[in-house]
């Protein structure tokens, strides 16, 4: 296992035992399939989430708007985005929730990590996923029923071309017999957290990745879960899990689910409650989706900032003195 504790953004985000917060992008609401707040708009409000103390910020891979799905995604490719966050913050860690890897091709999608790695100053933090879109499939001529071994496949040739100079690789959608991927990875690897079981066995993920990205659920699964991830992971690599909250201004307001996701509405004092359950359960960073929130964003992150980071705090990198 590759020692990430010198990776800015791993060493940000995770420490056993500990639960840190992160934040997705968009922060609100969309007004049709228009974001109602502008890049700058957003690109303030990111700023001032790293200044508060948040860990990490992430974005979604939607590579097709599908009107039929219920969510219209991310506007902007996931790369360029955060490359665009990059330029804004200093110490932020960012993350993809999650790359789908099963629509892009395996060696672009090394190099787009490795160069959003480099340029990030080693704080990215890579999530992948085989894709939910029914529609994408067809449009890129992907069979569908292969998102298992294609999302094995991305794993597999992303960790060789970033260790190995000039590999040679022949798989269902790479035959590399000369040239090269670069630039490559400060650690010749990147923190990389498959999203759900993937198509995979636990046993498989627990091996070829560094973490776990797993769907919000009830408390009592959710431990399950994370049992299974530590009993297949005799060292420490971190559980993640997204949450949408609509925080509501009484801080001491009971909470009250928010319908067909697991999410809820409620004051603060509930929402610090529930994050030191995850925390005993095991769940080391919780990515907060916001964008259900009736209230100004600004006064959210405000809030959170003030009164819920300063339990769940991220961490200061680590030097690490190599012999």
Same mark, same amino acid.
């Given at each position: ?99 789908? $890897? ?5 060696? &672009? ?8 790695? *480099? %340029?990030?100053? @080693? #704080? ?76 995979? $066995? ?5 091996? &070829? ?8 659920? *009830? %408390?009592?699964? @959710? #431990? ?100």
């Amino acid at each position: 296992m590759t020692d990430f504790q010198a990776h800015n953004g791993f060493a940000r985000t995770f420490k056993e035992d500990k639960l840190t917060l992160g934040i997705t992008l968009p922060t609100e609401k969309k007004s049709g399939e228009v974001n109602k707040l502008t890049l700058d708009e957003q690109m303030a409000l990111v700023r001032n989430a790293e200044d508060l103390g948040f860990a990490s910020l992430f974005v979604r891979d939607s590579p097709l708007l599908d009107p039929d799905f219920g969510d219209g995604g991310v506007l902007y490719d996931p790369f360029i985005l955060l490359a665009y966050v990059v330029a804004h913050t200093k110490k932020l860690a960012i993350g993809t929730a999650s790359a789908v $890897t099963t629509l892009r091709h395996p060696l &672009h999608l090394a190099k787009a990590a490795a160069s959003l790695d *480099e %340029l990030s100053q @080693q #704080r990215f933090l890579f999530g992948i996923a085989t894709g939910d879109r029914a529609i994408e499939f067809p449009a890129f001529k992907v069979d569908r029923t292969k998102k298992p071994e294609l999302f094995r496949e991305s794993v597999q040739v992303m960790k060789k071309v970033w260790k190995e100079a000039f590999p040679e690789l022949q798989t269902e959608r790479v035959g590399m017999t000369a040239g090269d991927i670069i630039p490559k990875p400060a650690f010749a690897a990147i923190p990389t957290f498959g999203t759900g079981f993937s198509g995979q $066995t636990v046993e498989w993920l627990a091996e &070829h990745t560094d973490g776990w990205l797993f769907y919000a659920q *009830e %408390l009592k699964k @959710q #431990r399950e879960i994370i049992q299974l991830w530590r009993d297949h992971t005799p060292t420490f690599k971190p559980f993640i899990q997204p949450l949408v909250v609509d925080l509501l201004e009484n801080p001491v307001a009971a909470p009250n689910p928010i319908p067909v996701i697991v999410g809820f509405k409620s004051g603060r004092m509930f929402l610090i409650d529930y994050l030191n359950a995850l925390q005993e359960i095991g769940v080391n960073h919780v990515v907060l989706n916001l964008r259900s929130n009736t209230r100004p964003i600004e006064d959210v992150l405000q809030e959170v900032g003030e009164y819920v980071l300063p339990r769940f705090p991220s961490f200061e990198r680590v030097e690490i003195q190599h012999s």
